[in-house]
Each structure stands twice: as structure tokens, then as C-alpha cells.
């Protein structure tokens, strides 16, 4: 993999963008990485439990998708689903509250970190057993074609994920039925702990592409200009000829794959060497060095973010905890529904 | 009345659903223009198209996660299993999806599904594929289990589990598709959870479902003739909801009890049974309750072995002798 240092030229993409559309994205980038990072300072302080997974190094794949999305669309993600639902749109107090487990949280605290949905913004999960949700992707691309609603499914999973069985047989019947999804791998180079050298038999995933009748698209996150565009084509390949894509987008997180994970198996320079790519600082140069802003521009922003996310982890600190009697609900639908 | 077997009970139960709803679909494997492993469906590919019967690839976890995809955006699916013992491959998408993502999603989502398919031993078709998962599938909360033995039964169980806001997992048998039973010819509907009595009866209550519910008519019948015993015969006909009320009433005034499971014992179905009327009706108990289930072991292909792994009538007949006191 090829890295550009943090000298290098900007992609094409991200210059040709105007201020506005760049400050916008930056700013949800930002906005992605401070929670996970308030996220992280929570867990230490034993507010949040659990699992908790971060997409830092990652922001600019949610960011970029959600902004080649159109209304009725649909992401369904892994666990690793917190920059999903902020790109969407889903309040950050909510979102934060669910992983303190608390009565105000995204789904009133039964979910968790990894079970994040809110359906009217297109978040559609937060599913946390590696690679069932892919026939689920696909069955909801079945039924838009179905009931021809013209919406896409957009489907994320990681490079650990494609050796499972449910994501060759959702892959399979989306290939076969030429159903109306976008299936992403976030190649983040390890599955858990093990580098993807000793999990995937040929590097390329997307050389798996023909075989389920689909169009393969690999390319290396530089900006989320990129992913809007590269995500966009198999948006618009979906919605308007009913037929799957797999993109495969070679990406790095930056932290371990949990809290629990100190990530003592990269390799000596490995993560510098993506720091210096990372997309987020890209487009922070781009703010600086195309469009005129100062740094201190750049931080009073960083600082309103900053506040966002304190006030979320604070808002759900005091919210009360689910009602005891919660725990029963959402079980069965009476009646017929 | 007409009489019709169970496999044109079920078909008729789908195509009136299918009619009146067009959002419910069939999947499955061989159900289009193969028409059925069993001809379940027979004639419904010819009556609704390619678009809602729908012909899978060998691909159970696929298939079943399809169906709970379609299912929360709206869609009314019917997913076959060509028999139960291909669900195991997709037990993930049935535990974790289909029975979690109402409760998950704090209620935003719904899972309106219907999986479907013989269950239990067939004839000498060896381990794996002679398997009851009645308990597997009825330990789940977030699911309803239905068992069906008559055409009457199977036929307005199904509708009910269609137009059921909830997964519903719906338990034939391959050896009773062609059991022939009355069912009228216009519509009904019977409500999931409410067990029915098939043989009234004053001395033993004697439990059964499905498979085991024609063994407990024989038996029952061993039982007037050769003991002078009556027996009062209960299909449970759901598993999940169980129909508590019915089973309670029915052992204080017996008194007696024997449970017919075909399904191996440890941890079946029976032994929730058998909790509850502990529970609630301990004071009116005459004997302990007697168990008469699978061996507990692998099914062997043998004829022999298999005949002697699955409760027969003889060995219920001898059961309700037992608890009471006739030995």
C-alpha cells in the first residue's frame, strides 16, 4: 500500500472542493473523531461498558458516504457504527447516552455501542456478529426492488469479515438477484488482532467481485470528496440498473480494534506512516492552504465540537437510567400487525 | 366438509395470504418451478410469479437474512426450510436477527416472518437430518413456535403466523404432509397459543405436539381398550406462547400426567412442561409426570434403531399405565 506522505500534493478531489462542502465535511469528520475520543475518556472512567469500538482514522468513509446518499437510503454497519450514525444525522447525546446505557439513549439503552439505529436517518445497525448482516442488507435491497421504492442499501463491513459464510451467501443472492446494494469493505488491515496477511488468501478483496456477478471497486481513502464520488458511481449503478457493487477501501484505524486492545501487533512505523495520511489532516490543509483559514479559525471550531461533546457525555451522565420494567418491553407485538 | 392432507392445507393457507396481501412472499429452496420438495407449493409459481415465489440457491443463512431483511422493510416473507435440519446453518440469523431486532432496535423495527418446513425424524434418513428443534427454537424469547398435526390445524395456524406481527417459526412433518383431515371451505383463523383438546378424557392428561400427537391418539386408544384408562389428549399446538392454562386445567382434573415429545429429553420441551405443573398445580399431582421422548442419542439409519428411538404408542400406553399405578 502505497502511502502519501503528509507533504504530498492534495488528491484532486479534495482541492477542486469549494469551502464550504470542505469546511462542512471537516467539521463532521471532527465531530466523528472528538466523540470517539470523549467515548474513549468515558470508558476509561467506567461510564461506558462493554465493548466499545473506535472508528478513528476512518471518519472520512462515513462522512463521504453519507454525503452521496439520498433520503430513504440506507446504511447497515458493523459494530464499529458510531461515525455512521453521526454522519447521518443522529444526535450526538443520544447516541452517547446508549453507550452509557441510559432511558434517553439512541434505543433507550438496550443497544449499546454496537447496536446503533435510527431508521427515519437511514441508520439502519449496528449489528454485531461478524458478517450476519449482510443477507440482511441484502434482504432490505430486496425489498426495495420489491416494492420498487427506489432506495439503496448501502452494507459496511470489515476486511475480517469476508471469510464468514452469511457474507458469501448475502453477496451471492444480492449478485444473483441483482439487487439494488453497495456492499463496503472498510479494509482497515486487521481483523481484530490479525493482519490480513494471515486471514485473506489474495489480497484484493474485490477480486471476489466477479464471482458474485458484481463490479469490484478498490481504491485507498484519500478524502471524503473521493468516497462521495467512488461510493456515489455504485449508489447510482444500484438505484438506477438494480445492480450490486463491492468496493473495497483500504483505510487504518488509528486506535486498537477495542478498548481493550493496545494493537501491539502493528508493525515498528506502521501507524505514523498512515497518521501522515490520514485523511482528517488532508482536509484540514486543504482549509488552511486552499480557502484562507487560520489556524485559529480551524481551533475555535475544534473547540465548538469540543464542547458538543462534552455536553453529550455530560447530558448522558445525568440522564436516569431505562425504567426497570423496559427490559420487558419491545419483546413481542401484540395483535396482529 | 372437504377434506384435504396438511400439504394442501399449508399450500391453501399461503395462496388465500398471498391473495389478499401482496406483500407476503414465498423463498425457499425447489418451492417455484420445482413446486416443493414436499409440493407444498405446488401451483403457486404458475398463480404468483417469479416475483413472490421465489427459488434460493443452496444458501440457508442467506436466504433466512434476506427474508428478515425484507421483512423490516415491510414485507410479509415466508422463508422454507426444506426441513428444519437446514435452519441450523442459519440459527444465527434466527436467534440474533430475527428474534432480537425488535427488542434491539428499541421497537423500531418489526420482523413479520414466517419460517416454515418439516421437522423431526422423517423415515431412516440418518443423524442429521432426523433432528426435533422444537426446544431450540421455542428457548428463544422474541419467538413464537407452532407445531401442527391436522389440516385443519395447519392450515389456520399458518394464516395466523403470516399475518403475525412477530417471527413465527412453524413446525411441520415430513411423514404427516399426507394425513387428510376436514377443512372448511371458508376462511378461519386459529389463534397462535391455544392448545386444543383432541381427545376428552377423565383419568391421564397426556401432552403432545405435533409428531407425537397421532402416537397419543393411538396410545390413548391402547389405553380405553387394554387398561380401561382415559385419557385426555392435548396438542399444544404452539410451543411459544405455551397455553399454560389449558394444560393446568386439564391436570387438576386428572390429576396424572404424561408428556409424548417427539425430541430427545434433555432440556425439551417436556421439561418445561413439566416445571410448570410443579409449579402450579404441585397439591394436585397423583404421581410424578412421566416423560416418554426420543432416545438421547444421534438417530442410526437402521430401521430397527430407529423404530426404537421414537416414542411409540405401546411405550405412552405403558407411561400412562405407570402413573397410574396400573403396574
Known amino acids: 500500500m502505497d502511502l ?10 479534495l482541492s477542486s472542493a469549494g469551502k464550504d462542502e470542505t469546511l462542512h465535511a471537516y467539521r463532521e469528520m471532527l465531530r466523528i473523531r472528538r466523540f470517539e475520543e470523549t467515548a474513549a475518556r468515558a470508558y476509561t472512567r467506567g461510564k461506558i461498558s462493554g465493548f466499545l469500538h473506535l472508528y478513528i482514522g476512518q471518519e472520512a468513509i462515513a462522512v463521504g458516504t453519507s454525503l452521496a446518499m439520498q433520503p430513504g437510503d440506507r446504511i447497515v454497519s458493523t459494530y464499529r457504527d458510531h461515525g455512521f450514525a453521526l454522519a447521518q444525522g443522529c444526535d450526538a447525546n443520544a447516541c452517547m447516552a446508549e453507550m452509557f446505557g441510559k432511558k434517553t439513549g439512541l434505543v433507550g439503552g438496550v443497544g449499546g455501542s454496537m ?10 445497525g449496528g449489528y454485531a456478529i461478524v458478517g450476519n448482516h449482510i443477507p440482511i442488507a441484502a434482504g432490505h435491497a430486496f425489498a426495495s426492488k420489491y416494492l420498487g421504492d427506489g432506495a439503496v442499501t448501502i452494507c459496511f463491513l470489515g476486511d475480517g469479515a469476508v471469510g464468514i459464510g452469511p457474507t458469501h451467501e448475502g453477496m451471492t443472492l444480492a449478485g444473483l438477484w441483482d439487487l439494488p446494494v453497495v456492499f463496503v469493505v472498510e479494509n482497515n488491515r486487521y481483523s481484530m488482532g490479525t493482519p490480513l496477511e494471515r486471514t485473506l488468501p489474495a489480497a484484493d478483496i474485490t477480486s471476489r467481485a466477479p464471482g458474485y456477478g458484481m463490479v469490484g471497486d478498490r481504491f485507498t481513502v484519500e478524502d471524503p470528496f473521493q468516497v462521495r464520488d467512488r461510493i456515489g458511481a455504485a449508489i447510482r449503478r444500484a438505484r438506477e440498473e438494480s445492480q450490486p457493487t463491492l468496493v ?34 488532508r482536509a484540514n490543509r486543504a482549509l488552511l492552504e486552499l480557502h484562507g483559514m487560520t489556524e485559529e479559525q480551524l481551533e475555535a471550531i475544534d473547540d465548538e465540537v469540543i464542547a458538543e461533546m462534552d455536553a453529550a457525555a455530560e447530558f448522558a451522565d445525568q440522564s436516569p437510567q431505562p425504567d426497570p420494567d423496559y427490559r420487558f418491553e419491545n419483546i413481542m407485538i401484540e395483535g396482529e400487525g | 366438509m372437504p377434506t384435504l392432507q396438511i400439504r394442501e392445507a399449508i399450500r391453501e393457507a399461503m395462496r ?55 421483512a423490516m422493510c415491510g414485507l410479509r416473507p415466508i422463508i422454507e426450510f426444506m426441513t428444519f435440519n437446514f435452519s441450523a446453518v442459519a440459527f444465527d440469523q434466527i436467534l440474533n436477527n430475527a428474534a432480537k431486532i425488535h427488542h434491539m432496535t428499541g421497537g423500531q423495527f418489526s420482523v413479520p416472518i414466517v419460517f416454515r418446513g418439516p421437522n423431526a425424524a422423517a423415515h431412516m434418513l440418518g443423524s442429521t437430518h432426523s433432528q426435533a428443534f422444537d426446544s431450540f427454537y421455542a428457548h428463544i424469547p422474541g419467538l413464537k413456535v407452532v407445531s401442527v398435526a391436522t ?46 383438546i383432541k381427545r376428552p378424557g377423565d383419568d391421564v392428561t397426556l401432552l403432545c405436539w405435533g ?88 438417530f442410526a439409519y437402521a430401521e430397527n ?23
Open chain 2, 16 to 70: 388465500e395470504e398471498m391473495v389478499r396481501d401482496d406483500k407476503v412472499f414465498l423463498m425457499g429452496e425447489e418451492v417455484g418451478h420445482y413446486q416443493g420438495a414436499y409440493k407444498c407449493s405446488q401451483g403457486l409459481l404458475e398463480q404468483f410469479g417469479e416475483k413472490r415465489v421465489v427459488d434460493t440457491p443452496i444458501t440457508e443463512t442467506g436466504f433466512a437474512g434476506v427474508g428478515i431483511g425484507a
Open chain 2, 305 to 327: 434403531l430407529e423404530h426404537l428411538s421414537i416414542p411409540q404408542p405401546e411405550d405412552v400406553h405403558a407411561a400412562l399405565r405407570q402413573v397410574a399405578y396400573r403396574d
Open chain 1, 248 to 281: 473495497e477501501i483500504l483505510t487504518y484505524r488509528f486506535r486498537g480494534h477495542s478498548m481493550s486492545d493496545p494493537a501491539k501487533y502493528r508493525g515498528k512505523g506502521e501507524l505514523e506512516a498512515f497518521r501522515a495520511s490520514d485523511p482528517f489532516e
Open chain 1, 115 to 124: 447496536h446503533f439505529f435510527e431508521r427515519d436517518k437511514g441508520m439502519w
Open chain 1, 4 to 13: 502519501p506522505d503528509k507533504d504530498a500534493p492534495l488528491p484532486e478531489t
Open chain 2, 151 to 196: 389440516p385443519y390445524d395447519a392450515k389456520g395456524l399458518l394464516k395466523s403466523a403470516i399475518r403475525d406481527p412477530n417471527p413465527v417459526i412453524f413446525f411441520e412433518s415430513e411423514l404427516m404432509y399426507s394425513v387428510r383431515g376436514e377443512v372448511p371451505e371458508e376462511e378461519y383463523l386459529i389463534p397462535i397459543g391455544e392448545a386444543d
Open chain 2, 211 to 298: 409428531q407425537s400427537v397421532p402416537t397419543a391418539l393411538a396410545a390413548a386408544e391402547l389405553a380405553q381398550e387394554h387398561s380401561d384408562l382415559s385419557a385426555e389428549v392435548i396438542d399444544l399446538r404452539t410451543l411459544r406462547p405455551l397455553d399454560t392454562e389449558a394444560i393446568i386445567a386439564s391436570v387438576k382434573k386428572t390429576n396424572r400426567v404424561v408428556i409424548a415429545e417427539h425430541g430427545w429429553p434433555y432440556g425439551g420441551v417436556g421439561a418445561e412442561l413439566v416445571d410448570r405443573i410443579q409449579r402450579l398445580a404441585f397439591d394436585w399431582l397423583d404421581a410424578p409426570v412421566a416423560r416418554v421422548c426420543y432416545d438421547d442419542i444421534p
